[in-house]
Every structure is written in structure tokens, then in C-alpha cells.
């Protein structure tokens, strides 16, 4: 079974530039995944960052992007803020109505 | 403004039944497909179940399937999820989510949650 992963943890330096990326145990993450991004602050709902590769949900900073780097999508925080330390999870569409999170990774801005 | 309000959750024993139930406004409701999405303690997300916006093909995740049923009344805008044959690993946060538009396949708006605790 083909499993959606991600970074465990990542840290960032305050106005640094940070890259999560998004993959499979088997294959490559393309655009046909619609890879989306969501950001989650302890206790809080999520909240969707980036649809379809990189397009920015509404109210979302431009220092927050995506793409596809290779055989992975991915999240590029560029002028991190303290605010943006929180657990990031990447969901892949798998075809036939199915989506799949990755297990998350928590950024430490220090 | 969108507005997803979950009710329904609780502490129900292994093997009992619950009904979650979401609450939809602000938007046209049957144009949208909808998804429920979970959080267990200390985890990740993980995503249930989903469904268009005319109620047709139902999408279940495999730990859903055979227990969990997913629906909705377009009349009313709401939304259910339908759990049988609980588990203790059902207990979770259980996020009511509103997709994107046709084809875009993500989760655009999220609601604040409803908890589910499977114990005896």
C-alpha cells in the first residue's frame, strides 16, 4: 500500500526559508496528485494553505508557495515568522474519490 | 461567510453506533462536495470519507469501509457520517470539511470539529 510522506520535524530560522516536501513510498507526486497543503496550530482546526500544486487559498501570505520539486510536492516558506511554527500535512488525491494525508511535519521556527 | 458546525460526538462503547452531523451555510451547498476528516490524539490527519455534491459516489477510506456511511441532505444542508461497530482507534476529533470546486479535489474550509470517544 502506497503511503504519503513527509519530514517527521524541520526548523527554521526566523526570516529563513524553509522547503517540506510531500511524496510516496511508491511512484512520484505529480500534478495529477492535486497535492494541497494545510497548516494546524495545537488545538486549532486546520487550515488550507495551497490547492492543486500551488495555487494560494484565500488570505494565504505569498511567503507561502508550492510546487513540485522533483519527485515530491512541496511547501516553501520563504521569510519565515514565529507564527508560522505549527504542523504542516500535504494530501495527495489518489484517484476514484480517494485522498490521503502525509503524517505531517512540525516546523520549529528558532 | 461558510459556516461548518459538527454536532453529534460523544463517549460511545466498542461496538456501538454514533451519528455525526454537520451544519452548512454560506454557501450553495449541493454545488460542493464534502469530506469528514479525523485527528486522533497525538496524530495526524486522516481522511474518512467523501462525497459529491449530489450525494452520489460516496468515497470511504479503508478504515471506513463497512462501518462508516456517509450522506447528506441538500435540502436542509447537512451532512452526516453515519459510524457503526465503533472502535477504541475511532476515538478522534472528527473535522466536517467543505471540498473546492469541481475537480479541484482538496479541502477548502474546515469546521471546528465534534469528538468522538470509543471506551468502555
Known amino acids: 500500500q502506497t503511503v504519503v510522506t513527509q519530514e517527521p520535524s524541520l526548523s527554521v530560522s526566523p526570516g529563513g526559508t524553509v522547503i517540506l516536501t510531500c511524496g510516496l513510498t511508491s511512484g512520484s507526486v505529480s500534478t495529477y496528485y492535486y497535492p494541497s497543503w494545510y497548516q494546524q496550530t495545537p488545538g486549532q482546526a486546520p487550515r488550507t494553505l495551497i490547492y492543486t500544486t500551488n495555487v494560494r487559498s484565500s488570505g494565504v501570505p505569498d511567503r507561502f508557495s508550492g510546487s513540485i520539486l522533483g519527485n515530491r510536492a512541496a511547501l516553501i516558506i520563504t521569510g519565515a515568522q514565529s507564527d508560522d511554527e505549527s504542523d504542516y500535512y500535504c494530501?495527495?488525491?489518489?484517484?476514484?474519490?480517494?485522498?490521503?494525508f502525509g503524517g505531517g511535519t512540525k516546523l520549529t521556527v528558532l | 461567510e461558510v459556516q461548518l458546525v459538527e454536532s453529534g460526538g460523544g463517549l460511545q462503547q466498542p461496538g456501538g453506533s454514533l451519528r455525526l452531523s454537520c451544519a452548512a451555510s454560506g454557501f450553495t451547498f449541493s454545488r460542493f462536495g464534502m469530506d469528514w476528516v479525523r485527528q486522533s490524539p497525538g496524530k495526524g490527519l486522516e481522511w474518512v470519507s467523501g462525497?459529491?455534491?449530489?450525494?452520489?459516489?460516496?468515497n470511504y477510506a479503508d478504515l471506513a469501509k463497512g462501518r462508516f456511511t456517509i450522506s447528506r441532505d441538500n435540502s436542509n444542508n447537512m451532512l452526516y457520517l453515519q459510524m457503526s461497530n465503533l472502535r477504541p482507534e475511532d476515538t478522534a476529533v472528527y473535522y466536517c470539511?467543505?471540498?473546492?470546486?469541481?475537480?479541484?479535489?482538496?479541502?477548502?474550509?474546515w469546521g471546528k470539529g465534534t469528538t468522538v470517544t470509543v471506551s468502555s
Open positions: 494530501m495527495l488525491y489518489m484517484g476514484g474519490g480517494i485522498r490521503v
Open positions: 470539511a467543505k471540498g473546492g470546486e469541481r475537480g479541484t479535489h482538496f479541502t477548502a474550509v
Open positions: 462525497i459529491s455534491g449530489s450525494g452520489g459516489s460516496p
